[in-house]
């Protein structure tokens, strides 16, 4: 079983729809989360952080739940450009500072 | 703003051969770290170094060794190259635990 579990998809949404992603982690120690993108054969860029208070970037937003080890992202008013692969990242306590990868999630925004 | 620059974009090896990546962190950045990307998989983590000295060392075979320099550049050197080599190598660089930011990477094929 992988440490960062994804659906892997594909979504696929009209444009200007919302979409929301999940994410589970199997470490309860766990230290510090992440959303990255990763375009086709590009590198992982850095979406967001997300906290445990939940945080909002535009028309991001990322969501934290210690308890369930739970980690969601939603996306409102997708664009054409959101399309990509949404990588779920976690930095385990105690793992230096090695950042753990789920399988990504693809997401395909259509006309 | 300057970014992770990555050398070369593209290597094309033989079996058996061996490749040297390199890897220029961001300015002022400290710590680096090494991924490879298998084609269809996530990220996998490799190695890293802070301050010139390994801090971290995860599924890196041990014909890979690395090395960061005074200048925090950093090498990754592959020996006795097999086909299952030929991925994605991404470097990362942060500032101490800070978030990574991953450089372009080089696409290694082995032949």
């Known amino acids: 079983r992988k440490e960062v579990e994804q659906d892997p998809g594909p979504f696929n949404v009209p444009e200007g729809a919302t979409v929301a992603f999940n994410c589970t982690y199997s470490?309860?120690?766990?230290?510090?989360f992440f959303w990255y993108r990763q375009d086709c054969r590009k590198e992982p860029k850095l979406l967001m952080s997300?906290?445990?208070s939940g945080n909002e970037d535009g028309r991001f937003t990322a969501q934290l739940n210690r308890a369930s080890q739970y980690i969601s992202l939603l996306i409102r008013d997708s664009k054409l450009s959101d399309s990509a692969t949404y990588l779920c990242?976690?930095?385990?306590?105690?793992?230096?500072?090695?950042?753990?990868f789920g399988t990504g999630t693809q997401l395909k925004v259509e006309l | 703003a300057a970014g992770v620059i990555q050398s070369p974009r593209h290597l094309i090896k033989e079996k058996r051969e061996t490749a040297t990546l390199k890897c220029y962190p961001i300015?002022?950045?400290?710590?680096v770290y090494w991924y490879q990307q298998g084609p269809g998989q996530d990220p996998q983590f490799l190695i890293s170094?802070?301050?010139?000295?390994?801090?971290d060392k995860g599924s890196i075979p041990d014909r890979f060794s690395a090395q960061q320099f005074s200048d925090y550049h950093s090498e990754l050197n592959m020996s006795s190259l097999e086909l299952g080599d030929s991925a994605l190598y991404f470097c990362?660089?942060?500032?101490?635990?800070?978030?990574?930011?991953f450089g372009p990477g080089t696409r290694l094929t082995v032949l």
């Open positions: 990362a660089s942060s500032r101490n635990t800070d978030t990574q930011y």
């Open positions: 470490n309860s120690a766990s230290q510090s």
């Open positions: 997300v906290y445990s």
């Open positions: 990242v976690v930095n385990f306590t105690g793992g230096g500072n090695k950042l753990t």
């Open positions: 300015p002022r950045h400290d710590t």
């Open positions: 170094f802070y301050e010139k000295m390994q801090s």
